[in-house]
Structure formats: C-alpha cells, structure tokens
C-alpha cells in the first residue's frame, strides 16, 4: 500500500512532465505558424528563395536525366564496321556472320551484301544524276559490310581479337577497308564513348554542385531572416526561455517554406517539363525523363517536400545557434 | 541574514588591459527594498545589471540572487533563474508580431503553465497596469508608455522576486514617466524587490529611496534616501 502511495506521485509527476512538453511543443508549432503569417515580406523572400533552389536542384536532375538519355540514344545508333571483299560468296557471309554474334560482347549484327550496299548508294544519291550514271557504268567494287554493335563502345577489344584471329574473315578481308573501329573512325567512336561518361559523371558533378550552391543561398536567407530578430531572441533568453523554445519556432517556421516551396517547385518543374517536351524532343531525348517523372510524380513531390524541410531545419539551427550562448 | 542580492567583490573586465567596467564592488539589497542606481554612462550600470541576468560572468568575485549562487548555477540551469527575475528594457523589447495579450502571456507559455492558467493569470496583470481594452493591439499601435506597461506586465506576470528596471523611462516624456515610476512603486509594495536604473534627476530626488551611485566602475555613495546631481 505504503509503495503504491509512492508511485502514484511520481507517475503523476511523470504524466504532468509529458502534458508540458506536448503543450511546449504545440505552442512552438504555433509560433512558427504565427511567425511565418506575420512576417510576410520574410515569408515571401525566404519561400522565393527556396522555391527557386529547389527549382534548380528538379531541374539538374532533369537536365542529366535527359543528357544521359539522349546520349545513349546516339550510343546505340554507333555501330562497328568489318569489311569483306566483294567477291565473299552468301554462306561465307553467314559463317561469318554466326562466329561474330557468338561473341559475348556483341548485341547485334547486321550483314549488307554489296549489291544491297549498291542499291543503298543509289537510294540515297537519287538526285545526284552523275554520280548515278558513274555508278551504272562501274563495276560493283562496294565491299560486304558487317555492321555490330557491342556491348560498350569504349571497350571493342574482343572484336579486335577476332579480327585478328578469324581464318575465315582473314581469307575474305577487304585489303582496301580497315575495320571501323581501328584507324581514324576508331577516334570518333572514342569520342561518343566520352560523352556518355562525361553526361554520367559530369552531371552527377553538376548536381551536387548546383545543389550545394542552392542550399548556401537558402542558409544565408535564412540567416538574414534570423540575424533581423536577433533582437527578439535575445529578449526570449532573458525572459528565461528554453534554447529549445527559441530555436522551434523558427525550425518550424523553416519547415513550411519548405513545404510551399516543394509544392510549388515541383508544379513550376513538372508543369514546364510537360509544356515544353514536344519542343526540347527536337534537340533531346526528353520522353524517358517525362514518363519517369509522371511515373513517380508522388515519390518526388514527397522528395522536394523532404528536401525543403531538411535545408530549412539544418539553416536555422546553424543560425540560431549564434544567437543562443547563454 | 537572508538577502534579495548579493555582490561581494565583483570584478568585470571585457579584455585583459582595458579598465575593469566594475572593479570589486560590493553592495547588498534586502528583500522588498526598492533600490536606485545612478551614474553616468560608462559608470558601469549596464554591466552591473547584465551580471544579475547572468548574460556576462564576473571576472572575480561572488554574486548570489534569491539564495542562488552563480558560481554553482550550470549553464541549463539559467533559464530557470531568469524566469525568477523580471527585466524591464529602456527600449522595451517586445514581440513586435506578437499582440499585448500574447506579449505576456509568452513569458507564461516558456514556463510551461497550461492555458487555464495563462487565461486566468494574464487578464489580471493587464488590469494591475492599466491595459485593459488593449489586448489585441500590437506593439506598433500603442505609445512609448503603453509599450513599456506591456513590458512591465510581461516582467512580473510570473510574479518574480526581483523586478529589474533598465532605464524604462529613458524614452518616455515626463508624465509617461512617472506613471511607469508610480507603477514600479506599485508592484514594490506587493512585496517585489525592485532595482532601477535611471539618468532623471527628478525621479530619483522625488522617490526618496536608496540610491547607489555608480562611478568609473566603483561605488561611490549608497544612501538610504538618497539624492542625485548630475
């Protein structure tokens, strides 16, 4: 009995602790609240300011979602070339044709024989009459074309190796044709092959660099925001409020601009992204990113949101704490 | 013999060469006393008063306030105490955002008191000093005497045992002032300690209370109904 009329203190000291500290924490959510409907030049600015950074962190991210998409897209239309003579006869074509697309690091292959490449040649100079008449009155010198695309473009070395070491494509070798992946071409595919990592790693680069710098301007703005009611901080330290209590409000305060800048970033982003993609498809590959976007268009407002909060919260933490030595 | 405030030997310096702004004053203040400190500016009232609040450290010495040793007080712990200390600001130093009723009733809220508790506490002081019909008012829309009234509820709404008035009437004409005098008075004889500083002659000669006088750091007089000559 004696030990139960202990207890009942301290539970009711304990449930007494708790009910203060939700009514502190209620009562910070309001001020925050109160802050940023009061403040409303503040208000405007800080929430501007994050809208455009976060603006600029959707669309790096969009912008290297693109750029990897459309050079991917030119990767895949790179092909290698082999050629053979125009005397190799179909089944050698063909024999050739399997050992090559045996070859773990090749995707595809594609064999043009060269009455097909005659036919291609004269397609495609229709309008051209004397380069027509020289080709009626030519023999068909055209070489048979392989045409393969591998696995990465920057790394054609099992392709060299069977070039090298294939009897049958030995025996049938146009002398006049070094494969397109050795000699002058072999330049430009390096070329393409590094720019897809540089939309990789540049982009990434950029993002992080882009966010950063965004993130600096919303911590000065915030920062601004805070040194102008220093004043009122320094008040709240000496009418005794807790480092907690002055510091919530303006967290909490940080959090909805993050919010309202979130929602609206993200309807400027995704809105200008879908007014714009029949006009930018011209130049880039935008359609993978629109589909992407519009596939997860909740996960991202979601993102923005978090993001918004996480640079508000850390901004005025880091710039009230200035204020509140003791 | 139990004392409101306590300074023994208290030094104050801000750099190493400079002249202390206090050096090793000592005074003591009973409880209920209403206590004037005069001296011109850079006489080290200001630092005085900032080592009461505990915003600065005493260079040496020991300072007790309402039985609580600042050399023992923890860091956490000064919120605590300054709740037990009210402190009135020549500039006021409200919540501009904020209206006259929410003005005070934050110095409820940081202490944790519930809302029927705010409710029924703030009404009360806002009559003590004569606000009543302005609750809803902000800052911006009251005089400098309004202001400073607002001040002076928020300080002693929690009924603190020490009432710290830091030049309030600095900014006020004269009427204002007295009023903001007779209401210190007021709140004194309701049993607060009060220490006020001020730069009015008049106030200070027509008060008839003790008064210290502060000078290049040290006390020069401390007169139980004192005077003052500027």
């Known amino acids: 009995m004696g030990k139960k009329k202990n207890q009942e203190p301290k539970a009711l000291t304990q449930g007494r602790k708790t009910r203060r500290r939700w009514l502190t924490f209620v009562r910070m959510c309001r001020y925050g609240v109160n802050n940023f409907s009061r403040n409303m030049w503040l208000t405007v600015a800080a929430t501007a300011v994050m809208t455009i950074t976060l603006l600029i962190m959707f669309m790096t991210l969009v912008a290297r979602q693109v750029l990897i998409d459309t050079v991917n897209e030119i990767k895949d239309k790179v092909d290698m070339s082999i050629y053979v003579d125009t005397d190799t006869t179909a089944d050698q074509a063909a024999a050739i044709k399997d050992a090559i697309s045996k070859l773990p690091t090749v995707t595809s292959v594609m064999y043009i024989s060269p009455e097909q490449g005659r036919e291609e040649f004269a397609k495609q100079n229709k309008g051209d009459i004397q380069t027509l008449d020289a080709l009626n009155e030519a023999t068909n010198k055209l070489p048979g074309i392989f045409r393969i695309k591998i696995v990465d473009i920057n790394d054609p070395t099992e392709l060299n190796n069977f070039v090298k070491n294939n009897e049958l494509y030995q025996e049938n070798k146009d002398p006049d044709r070094e494969p397109s992946f050795q000699g002058d071409r072999r330049t430009a595919i390096e070329t393409i092959g590094r720019w897809v990592e540089f939309a990789e790693r540049g982009g990434l680069v950029a993002s992080v660099v882009f966010m950063i710098i965004s993130a600096l301007i919303v911590f000065n703005t915030i920062r601004m925001a805070i040194f102008n009611r220093k004043e009122e901080i320094q008040m709240m330290k000496l009418i005794g409020a807790d480092r907690s209590f002055i510091r919530g409000p303006f967290v909490v305060e940080a959090i909805v601009y993050g919010f309202i800048a979130a929602l609206i970033a993200t309807g400027l982003g995704v809105g200008a992204l879908y007014a714009l993609k029949d006009r930018i498809n011209e130049w880039v590959t935008i359609s993978g990113t629109v589909d992407l976007v519009t596939a997860y268009l909740g996960l991202i407002l979601l993102a923005m949101i978090l993001v918004g909060a996480v640079i508000g919260v850390v901004s005025s933490l880091l710039a009230t704490r200035k204020y509140l030595r003791i | ?230």
């Open chain 2, 1 to 230: 013999m139990y004392r409101m405030i306590l300074l023994d030997r208290v030094t104050k310096s801000y750099g190493r060469d400079d002249k202390p702004a206090l050096n090793r004053i000592s005074l003591h203040v009973e409880p209920k006393e209403f206590v004037i400190i005069v001296g011109t500016s850079g006489a080290g009232k200001s630092t005085l008063l900032k080592l009461l609040t505990r915003e600065e450290k005493p260079t040496s010495g020991k300072i007790v306030i309402g039985g609580i040793d600042y050399d023992q007080l923890k860091d956490k712990h000064i919120p605590l105490l300054r709740r037990k200390i009210g402190v009135v600001f020549q500039d006021f130093k409200l919540l501009p955002q904020r209206t006259v009723y929410e003005n005070i009733a934050f110095a409820l809220e940081i202490a944790g008191m519930t809302s029927k508790e705010i409710r029924n506490t703030v009404p009360k002081v806002i009559e003590l000093v004569g606000l009543t019909g302005k609750e809803k008012q902000f800052p911006h829309q009251l005089s400098g005497g309004e202001r400073q009234r607002v001040a002076i509820a928020r300080a002693v709404v929690r009924q603190p045992k020490i009432l710290i008035a830091d030049e309030p009437t600095g900014n006020l004409d004269p009427k204002h002032s007295w009023d903001i005098v007779r209401l210190l008075e007021k709140i004194n004889k309701y049993g607060t300690t009060v220490l006020l500083t001020t730069h009015n002659v008049e106030i200070v000669n027509k008060l008839k209370r003790r008064v210290i006088t502060l000078e290049h750091g040290k006390i020069t007089s401390d007169q139980a109904q004192g005077s003052y000559r500027q």
